[in-house]
């Protein structure tokens, strides 16, 4: 535990703001390819062809062979799944119903949801200023989903499993910083790629049934696995080793920007007003639960 409280207060480095800028900017995009995929492919198959070529990327990046203590094991398994295999399945459900830009904001609220569950499960502790944060970034939270809300049962349905992919994110960045400094970035995601590939095959496979092809969603697809799986996990793990899980969250300060960019520009996507107020609103929030070193 001291391990991950001295990470949380560590001085930002210039290769730290490298990599928050490089996986940011990598996952904004992620939910334009995620669109272009869906074009062509079911849900099931977009997350195992995304979660495949993550693996692929990952392990034939040439790195020293790490020999995962049995102990640990159980703790790879479970980032297996709340890292990757349940997120990465519920985005391309979620975007059946909501668009790219709209998805890319609701995941604003991670560091929001990263200091919750930090202190309600980990037990990490948490300044006042951060608590308000928390009730700042849901407010925000509500006012990004209230117009999906109000509108018809798919769209809510859409938006609630976006909360709930990145609620596991939250969940996940806790246990990738102690096991990232124990063994490194990419031994770590990549063995935790082959527990989500196992997982979601069943689902890709059952999509095959369903879906058609395409050259368009099919690069789209290779791009969302090799860079938004493969290379921006392996960014995202390493800055969570060297930062702490707190301050590894604010990737999201920039997902939305990207998203909300690519969404309105390539794919018109329509934003609400509620939905940009209830942005600000969540990034206020995630800011405040970065203040807690400051005041330290």
Partial sequence: MAETVDAEHSKFQLLDWGLLLGA??????????????????????VTFFRITFGCIVLWLIPTKSTHIAPEDRKKVLLLGVTWIAFPLT??????????????????????????LIGLAVFKIPTASI?????????GGLFLI?????????????????????????????????????????????????????????????????????????????????????????ALAAELNGRVGAVRTSIVTYLIPIVAVFLGVVFRDDTITLWAILGTIVVLLGAFLTTLMESSS
């Fill in 130 to 138: 951060q608590l308000i944060g928390v009730i700042t970034g849901l």
């Fill in 145 to 233: 989903g209230l117009p999906e809300v109000t509108t018809d049962g798919t769209n809510a349905l859409g938006v609630l499993l976006v909360i709930l992919a990145v609620l596991s994110y939250s969940v996940a960045v806790h246990i990738a910083g102690p096991l990232q400094r124990e063994y490194g970035a990419i031994p770590v995601v990549r063995n935790a790629l082959l527990v989500a590939v196992v997982l979601s095959t069943p689902y890709g496979v059952v999509g095959i049934t369903d879906s058609g092809f395409a050259w368009g969603p099919m690069i789209a697809c290779i791009a969302l696995g090799a860079g938004g799986t493969g290379i921006a996990f």
């Fill in 90 to 115: 519920m985005f391309p459900i979620a975007q059946q119903w909501i668009n790219s830009s709209l998805t890319g904001m609701l995941n604003s609220a991670m560091p929001v949801f990263t200091v």
């Fill in 24 to 45: 940011a900017g990598i996952w904004g995009a992620s939910f334009f390819f995620i669109d272009i995929g869906l074009e062509a492919f079911e849900p099931g198959l």
